[in-house]
């Protein structure tokens, strides 16, 4: 797995680098070398926030957490991740390397389970710019709300960030 590091309004040291490849070299075993992660490490007021994303086969894992020492914040995030693919075993096991959960614990009966969908909504969606979205989702007091851009006509989803602002989800058509 290829590992990329970012360090925003901070220095990474040369050890925290190294534990941080070697946490993440634990997943190895679920990719193959076309795998990419990105840790992003940045400060945030007393805190260090860090961010771990791998993309796979179009497929994307990520966790954040935020701690006083980014090599405790590693170490959780590593958990969470692998906890992730664990979690998800039956439904990755034909996207990862098939022989990478061999060795795992017996998974737990909720693994088995399969994603129950318990209600169905349908609404038209109309054209509108991103600020106007923002505002009706704000109108509905909903953490998201999925809206046809009328600048490039494809549907866009505009979330509640937990750090207060707001993010836009966007087709990618490369893929």
Not at 45 to 60: A, C, D, K, L, W
Not at 143 to 168: A, K
Request: charged share 35%.
């Amino acid at each position: 797995m290829k590992v990329t590091m970012t360090g925003r309004k901070c220095t990474l040291r040369p050890s925290f680098v190294e534990r941080t490849e070697s946490k993440l070299s634990k997943l190895d075993k679920f990719f193959d070398t076309d795998a990419t992660a990105d840790v992003t490490v940045s400060n945030e007021r007393n805190r260090q926030r860090v961010e771990i994303t791998i993309r796979y086969n179009g497929m994307i894992f990520r966790a954040e957490d935020a701690a006083e020492d980014t090599n405790e914040a590693v170490d959780r995030l590593t958990d969470v991740l692998l906890r992730q693919i664990r979690r998800n075993k039956t439904r990755l096991e034909k996207r990862l390397r098939s022989h990478a959960f061999d060795d795992l614990l017996p998974e737990p009966d909720w693994a088995e389970e399969e994603y129950n969908v318990v209600k169905s909504k349908s609404f038209p969606v109309k054209p509108m710019d991103v600020q106007e979205a923002i505002l009706q989702m704000n109108l509905t007091g909903h953490q998201f709300y999925m809206f046809r851009n009328g600048d490039t006509g494809e549907i866009n989803v505009v979330y509640h960030r937990r750090d207060g602002d707001y993010g836009l989800l966007e087709p990618d058509t490369d893929e």
